[in-house]
């Protein structure tokens, strides 16, 4: 008997069938994800969306940078790579890594997303943990979406907007549960130490952050894993100085900063100058003295008496042994300069300070500024060390039509000063009102933002570099000061209980929480009651 052989099957094998069974499970799994992640967040998505197409409108108008002065010192330290004395060189260190690509279109894109990011985090922290309503946490992220200045920071070779980056992310993880865990303490205090080395106003946010924990009553254990690790990326960096410039220091300009800020007041007849010191008087009256940064930057500043350089350990030095004495003797002139500085911060418009060419880097211009001289080198085939970065032309490509809609967009969209001190105003409101709690979570991006605008007036100068990054925590604050179960929530609640003439609040009234997101709110509490060595009184927490 002859025997025909089977004929093959049709049906797939069980691995094609696993195959394509585990692709559409996948993809039925993506679908469900973007389905609730719309029904949920649709609002933000919308107002995200216009946002992100404003950045792809500055890549393509501005290709692929803008250029700021100090720019080009980032650049110069990374080509030779060599840790700045006048400031501190963590953003060269990160252009360092991007060097091999070749293109400053990768370090503005990824800046765009960092500015998208920060965003996201401040929607995110205000709906997973504070249970604020959609259109109020999306309201605290406008200012870094559609602010045009903060858009032309995120494109400028500047280390300003990965400093925001890592101090948001940083406060977010602190944030994101009642009792955070020894791991992402640990992990807050590396990104501090890392924003510190971008940006020397991150030091004193250590002691913001640790005293928050404090107060809170974080356990010890947590507390010093944060400041340990904040100080490994500090002490890595002083040595790497060390090595280069003889000083266990993060830069040599402390001093020269300082007594710039200073030279606006300071009365060398009012205190006792030692003979090495007397170089740094002016007799030029108060009233008739340039602004402060002319004791920097202009080649007739007495600290140019001081050879080879001012940034240098001995000049800085003298520099901050003068400061010291001018601040004792004269308190009330030093805390009248710090306080003008910081007023300056909440002019409703702005205004050309402190010179005109320092303006308009500010500002999305009609064509690119020049390579400085001091920048210029003979590195191979490059005249320049912004050249031999890209190996290539450094200068900005302006393209129409592009770059006139972004350029006239900036010119009408930003935060005014005055905005911006009002949602500070409201933000230390809350933290009135929660006074029981020590102001509650709030008073963390409050003293942060309060912070970022203080310590450079008190340290060194204004410039309206200084102020964006601010803005995003002040408006974080005032949202969370006034979130559902907040003595500010609370407030708000019944106001707009006799505005609408209700007898009593519902779950559709602003600052209470609608019946489903009470629950996560609830199992956040008794999840936190357990957490072994850090039990407290979670009554405190609005549980």
């Not at 350029?407 to 009135?432: D, E, I, M, S």
Request: aromatic share 12%; charged share 15%; with cysteine.
């Amino acid at each position: 008997m002859r025997v025909m052989p089977a004929a093959p099957s049709r049906e797939p094998s069980a691995r094609r069938a696993w195959s394509i069974r585990s692709a559409r499970s996948r993809w039925d799994r993506a679908r469900e994800l973007a389905a609730r992640t719309w029904s949920g967040h649709r609002l933000f998505i919308v107002v995200l969306t216009p946002a992100v197409l404003l950045r792809i409108d500055a890549e393509l108008g501005y290709r692929w940078q803008n250029w700021f002065n100090d720019s080009f010192e980032y650049v110069q330290n990374t080509v030779h790579f060599g840790l700045d004395p006048t400031r501190v060189s963590g953003y060269s260190i990160w252009l360092k890594f991007l060097q091999p690509f070749h293109t400053y279109a990768l370090v503005t894109i990824l800046q765009h997303l960092m500015g998208l990011a920060i965003a996201v985090m401040i929607y995110a922290l205000l709906r997973h943990r504070f249970r604020t309503s959609a259109w109020l946490a999306t309201l605290a992220a406008v200012p870094v979406l559609y602010d045009g200045f903060e858009i032309e920071l995120e494109h400028l070779i500047m280390a300003d907007v990965p400093f925001l980056f890592l101090v948001t992310l940083a406060m977010t993880l602190l944030l994101w549960d009642p009792v955070p865990s020894l791991r992402r303490c640990a992990l807050v205090g590396l990104l501090l130490g890392l924003a510190e080395i971008m940006r020397s106003v991150g030091v004193p946010l250590l002691a913001i952050f640790a005293v928050y924990m404090i107060i809170r009553r974080i356990s010890w254990r947590k507390v010093a894993a944060a400041i340990v690790l904040c100080f490994v990326p500090v002490m890595a960096y002083t040595g790497m100085f060390y090595l280069e410039h003889g000083q266990f220091a993060m830069t040599d300009s402390t001093g020269v900063f300082i007594y710039a800020r200073v030279m606006t007041f300071a009365d060398c007849t009012k205190m006792h100058v030692p003979v090495n010191e007397l170089s740094l008087c002016t007799i030029v009256p108060p009233s008739q003295r340039p602004i402060d940064q002319f004791y920097v930057w202009d080649s007739s500043t007495p600290l140019d008496r001081f050879p080879p350089s001012k940034f240098s350990p001995v000049p800085n030095q003298l520099a901050e042994d003068f400061a010291i004495r001018a601040i004792k003797a004269q308190p009330l002139d030093y805390a009248k300069a710090v306080f003008d500085d910081t007023w300056r911060v909440f002019r409703w418009n702005r205004h050309i300070y402190p010179n005109a060419q320092t303006y308009d880097e500010y500002i999305f211009g009609y064509h690119s500024p020049p390579i400085p001289s001091w920048n210029k080198a003979k590195l191979g085939p490059y005249d320049s060390y912004a050249a031999a970065y890209v190996h290539g032309n450094p200068l900005t490509q302006v393209v129409g039509p592009f770059a006139n809609i972004i350029r006239g967009y900036q010119r009408y969209v930003w935060v005014p000063g005055t905005v911006y001190g009002l949602v500070l105003l409201a933000g230390l409101a809350g933290l009135v009102l929660a006074w029981r709690r020590l102001g509650g979570e709030a008073l963390l991006p409050w003293a942060t933002s309060f912070a970022m605008i203080v310590i450079p007036a008190a340290t060194a100068t204004f410039d309206y570099r200084y102020v964006l990054p601010a803005v995003p925590f002040a408006f974080l604050a005032a949202a969370i000061a006034f979130s559902p179960g907040t003595a500010g929530g609370d407030l708000a609640s019944r106001l707009w209980a006799r505005l609408t003439g209700r007898g009593q609040r519902t779950a559709g009234d602003p600052g209470v929480p609608a019946v489903d997101d009470q629950a996560p709110a609830v199992a956040d509490s008794v999840a936190a009651a357990g957490a072994g060595d850090d039990k407290r009184d979670l009554a405190s927490d609005g549980a």
